[in-house]
């Protein structure tokens, strides 16, 4: 059996998203740019897609912007709110993904910013009255936290930071890259200035994402100066031929999943459930990073294990990629670079020699492949003890 529980990472593209885009992959091939009917056949297409993602988000088509992806709109949002309000000071926590994280460290090394990082506790929850103490004594500020956590998957009370940044006129910016297309997000509602989606995160293609702008920001403070120079598209904020059949699959994977939104996350959280009963019933010594084990508090898509010590913790990966199981030890971004998890390192009083595996789940992950997985974990440990014996 084959089984993928790297969903977080990226998921596997729903055909009605493929039909969806052939036709601007074949014969709709004008450049939206074009004046001519080629040309302005695709733009409407595009302009039908930004309206999609803008009714489903409760917004003006005006305030979304397509970008490359996740990373290129967190950078946009922060670099350009940054030189636009000519803001002195940034708040971000220790957990965040390296698109928003490594963006404020540069930032903060050329002396553009001053960074201060919020404290969380052992389970990685942000401390929110370090949060208003950290506002009230660096006004001029953007804030960015992300609102779930793509390792251990916190999720952030996004209506509390953001009234929070309200009362101290901060700007406030999240990258929503994990909770996009799993959760309902109401723009006219939520206290934010930024968020981001990356198609690829709920069943789109990759290579395209978008970002929401409050034009007039929840701040109070005008619309952000284009953070890729070259061009007039999107309405002169992003220069750059746009990625049509990218955009339109974007829409309609978002449309989809909002549609399908309340069964899918019953259903994935069966799984979810279920996998966290058997390790449990199964496996002595195991835990659960973060507020992972938590349906009430985590991302219902990803679920982080603690593994008892082992000698074979390094291998865990390997071996389980052996047997056909694709999970990951944190952020797809960092895998291979054998340095660890920055999320779980920050964690206070974290034990960094128990083996640590992510499974991420979608819609399309079965019961048989989450009890496969627990078979296989449990059956790795039992070796390894019949081998110590």
Excluded: W
């Excluded at 309200?166 to 799993?182: L, R």
């Amino acid at each position: 059996m084959r089984a993928y529980f790297d969903n977080a990472a990226t998921t596997r593209l729903d055909p009605e998203v493929l039909e969806a885009m052939l036709p601007l992959m074949t014969e709709e091939f004008g450049n939206p740019s074009s004046i001519h009917s080629h040309g302005r056949k695709v733009r409407t297409a595009i302009e039908r897609a930004r309206k999609t993602v803008a009714t489903l988000l409760n917004t003006s088509p005006a305030e979304i912007f397509f970008t490359s992806g996740g990373t290129e709109a967190d950078n946009t949002a922060i670099r350009s709110s940054i030189e636009t309000y000519g803001l002195t000071h940034a708040i971000t926590s220790p957990l965040e993904h390296h698109a928003v994280l490594h963006t404020l460290e540069h930032l903060h090394k050329q002396g553009a910013v001053k960074l201060n990082l919020v404290e969380v506790d052992a389970e990685g929850r942000i401390n929110l009255a370090h949060l208003e103490e950290l506002l009230r004594a660096h006004p001029n500020t953007l804030v960015s936290l992300m609102h779930g956590n793509n390792e251990i998957g916190n999720l952030l009370d996004l209506e509390t930071v953001g009234r929070l940044c309200q009362e101290h006129k901060a700007v406030f910016h999240s990258d929503t890259v994990q909770t996009m297309g799993h959760y309902r997000h109401d723009l006219q509602q939520l206290p934010v200035d930024f968020i981001v989606g990356a198609a690829h995160k709920f069943h789109g293609p990759k290579g395209v994402g978008f970002l929401y702008v409050n034009t007039h920001t929840k701040s109070g403070r005008g619309p952000i100066h284009p953070f890729i120079h070259g061009g007039s598209q999107e309405r002169n904020m992003r220069g750059g031929t746009e990625n049509v059949y990218g955009i339109v699959g974007l829409a309609k994977a978002l449309e989809i999943a909002y549609a399908e939104m309340e069964s899918h996350r019953q259903y994935i959280e069966s799984l979810k459930s279920r996998m966290i009963g058997q390790l449990r019933e199964r496996l002595d010594g195991v835990s659960f990073n973060g507020l992972s084990a938590s349906l009430s508090e985590s991302l219902y898509t990803v679920l982080n294990v603690g593994l008892p010590s082992s000698e074979m913790s390094d291998m865990l990966l390997f071996n389980l990629d052996i047997a056909g199981i694709s999970a990951s030890g944190g952020s797809a971004c960092t895998s291979g670079s054998n340095l660890g998890s920055h999320v779980l390192s920050a964690l206070p009083h974290n034990d960094a020699e128990r083996g640590a595996i992510r499974f991420s789940f979608s819609k399309y992950n079965t019961v048989e492949e989450v009890d496969y997985a627990v078979d296989t974990l449990v059956e790795l440990f039992k070796r390894e003890q019949a081998v110590v014996k």
